[in-house]
């Protein structure tokens, strides 16, 4: 009977459908989608771990119960090179034990040896995630840098020869004269109050007008 009662607790988060449900459009308008949960401000329960808010982000091996094997000041690199090589002998011993005495009780203390390395080491090269951080922000802003600086000179470059182009299609456009225009027949347009043409858009056209349109399109 006790056992029927007794309430399972699973260590593993609900299915995210039962939350994603919770967040139609409909509750989202109507407002009756459920509040995100308030920052919590003690300590809590993750995996059946209690933890602090003002734990460190790596903790001491101490606080979790660990013997350290290395002492307080150390070169990361060399202690990792070290707590390898035990790793190693450790693991030969273990495999000698297994051959030779498999019922000795020297195995279980082997296995203890082995967990306390493989724990130092992960402890180790955690301590290394801040500069992980760092220096993948570094790059990525570094890249970003780099892209900003190529899209700009990409757009100089374009507008270094939109600018080259616009110039050589002035210098090309003949130099009419008054003389020139009567001996043509052309006469100068007459512009409205509102600065459209007299005639049609496409009638009374001037000629320069139509250059210039024609090398646009061109462009």
Do not use: W
């Given at each position: 009977?006790?056992?029927?009662?007794?309430?399972?607790?699973?260590?593993?988060?609900?299915?995210?459908?039962?939350?994603?449900?919770?967040?139609?459009?409909?509750?989202?308008?109507?407002?009756?989608?459920?509040?995100?949960?308030?920052?919590?401000?003690?300590?809590?329960?993750?995996?059946?771990?209690?933890?602090?808010?003002?734990?460190?982000?790596?903790?001491?091996?101490?606080?979790?119960?660990?013997?350290?094997?290395?002492?307080?000041?150390?070169?990361?690199?060399?202690?990792?090179?070290?707590?390898?090589?035990?790793?190693?002998?450790?693991?030969?011993?273990?495999?000698?034990l297994l051959v030779h005495y498999p019922d000795s009780p020297?195995?279980?203390?082997?296995?203890?040896?082995?967990?306390?390395?493989?724990?130092?080491?992960?402890?180790?090269?955690?301590?290394?995630?801040?500069?992980?951080?760092?220096?993948?922000?570094?790059?990525?802003?570094?890249?970003?840098?780099?892209?900003?600086?190529?899209?700009?000179?990409?757009?100089?470059?374009?507008?270094?020869?939109?600018?080259?182009?616009?110039?050589?299609?002035?210098?090309?456009?003949?130099?009419?004269?008054?003389?020139?225009?009567?001996?043509?027949?052309?006469?100068?347009?007459?512009?409205?109050?509102?600065?459209?043409?007299?005639?049609?858009?496409?009638?009374?056209?001037?000629?320069?007008?139509?250059?210039?349109?024609?090398?646009?399109?061109?462009?």
């Open positions: 009977m006790a056992n029927a009662e007794a309430i399972q607790v699973s260590s593993l988060p609900l299915p995210p459908a039962q939350y994603i449900n919770l967040y139609t459009d409909e509750n989202i308008r109507k407002n009756r989608a459920p509040k995100p949960p308030a920052p919590i401000q003690d300590s809590y329960t993750m995996f059946g771990s209690p933890f602090s808010n003002d734990d460190n982000i790596i903790r001491p091996l101490e606080s979790q119960g660990f013997k350290r094997l290395y002492p307080q000041h150390f070169d990361r690199r060399k202690e990792l090179k070290k707590l390898n090589h035990s790793l190693l002998v450790n693991f030969l011993d273990l495999i000698d020297r195995r279980a203390e082997k296995i203890e040896d082995l967990s306390l390395l493989f724990v130092h080491i992960h402890h180790l090269l955690n301590e290394f995630r801040p500069h992980q951080a760092r220096e993948t922000l570094r790059v990525m802003m570094e890249l970003q840098k780099r892209q900003r600086i190529e899209t700009a000179q990409r757009f100089q470059n374009h507008l270094e020869k939109v600018r080259e182009m616009v110039k050589n299609a002035f210098a090309s456009l003949p130099d009419l004269t008054d003389a020139d225009r009567l001996a043509g027949g052309l006469e100068p347009m007459d512009v409205g109050e509102s600065g459209d043409l007299a005639g049609g858009r496409g009638e009374g056209c001037h000629p320069l007008d139509r250059l210039m349109c024609e090398i646009v399109d061109r462009m």
